[in-house]
């Protein structure tokens, strides 16, 4: 009996200790690499980070919708709305980290002032980062959309173009691999970082600081108040963070917070 009590209290100290394991999506860069940042300081404070990375902005989400993971880092409002929407999700944002500055490139051109006539440029697919890119090619003076409000702008929605430039479509994870095919193509800052782009640097125009499109740490609802995700809120919100960000990215990513 003595033996069965001894065990009973040493299970019972050590899953006082045990980490709570937290599982999250995120893409490559900068948002899983942000992660990797703050998994000790997570770790010190009984929080195990288990972080997945994937290539596309589909199955972080639907996987956190089926609770085969917990949460997300990818994305910004505007895609979590629509893909709610779409899906019939109910995911939520809990955090707003950073934002992306969305930049236009080109290895054909060395500035926008040489876009020739029935140029090619490459937009991702979805609706908002489609729309998203639309408004950055209405603010270069590119086009001009009916309505440049319109986050959901799509090419039908162009009211001129001068250049008679040609739209092509493109799921955002292969906007980096046609750059060399196109005149111009329109791409996700992480995307454009995996690919050894500068957005800084190497982009012919990008947004500026006060861009609507922070990305944030998404969950369901039944696990937005959960312990191990307000802990990693409360990391992601550090002054550490903070200036890894800064240093690290120098500009092609920024603080939201």
């Known amino acids: 009996m003595k033996k069965i009590v001894a065990i009973l209290a040493l299970a019972t100290a050590f899953g006082a200790h045990a980490a709570d394991k937290l599982s999250i999506a995120a893409t490559a860069v900068p948002h899983a690499e942000i992660l990797q940042f703050v998994k000790p300081a997570l770790a010190s404070q009984g929080v195990d980070l288990d972080i997945k990375v994937f290539t596309d ?3 972080p989400n639907l996987q956190v919708a089926e609770g085969r993971l917990d949460a997300n880092f990818f994305q910004h409002q505007p895609y979590l709305d629509e893909f709610n929407k779409g899906r019939g999700t109910d995911l939520v944002s809990v955090a707003g980290v950073h934002v992306e500055p969305f930049g236009i490139y080109s290895r054909k051109l060395d500035s926008l002032d ?19 890119a639309l408004l950055l090619l209405d603010k270069a003076g590119l086009i001009s959309l009916k309505d440049n409000s319109n986050i959901l702008a799509t090419p039908r929605d162009i009211a001129d173009n ?13 906007l980096p691999r046609v750059l060399d095919q196109v005149d111009l193509a329109l791409i996700n800052t992480n ?6 782009l500068n957005p800084t640097e190497d982009a012919l ?4 600081e006060d861009s609507p499109y922070v990305n944030i740490l998404v969950t369901r ?6 312990d ?8 992601l919100h550090s002054d550490e963070v903070k200036a890894f960000i800064e240093e690290k990215y120098q500009g092609a990513v920024v603080p939201a917070f």
Not at 163 to 171: D, K
Not at 205 to 208: D, L, R, S
Not at 228 to 235: E, G, H, P, Y
């Open 57 to 59: 902005y589909v199955q």
């Open 114 to 132: 040489s876009v020739p006539n029935r140029a090619t440029v490459a937009i991702p697919n979805d609706a908002t980062n489609g729309g998203r």
């Open 162 to 174: 001068p250049h008679n430039i040609r739209i092509r479509e493109l799921e955002a994870a292969t």
């Open 191 to 196: 995307y454009a970082l995996e690919a050894g």
């Open 205 to 208: 125009a990008i947004e500026g």
């Open 221 to 226: 609802s039944d696990n937005k108040d959960s």
């Open 228 to 235: 191990a995700v307000n802990k990693l809120v409360d990391a």
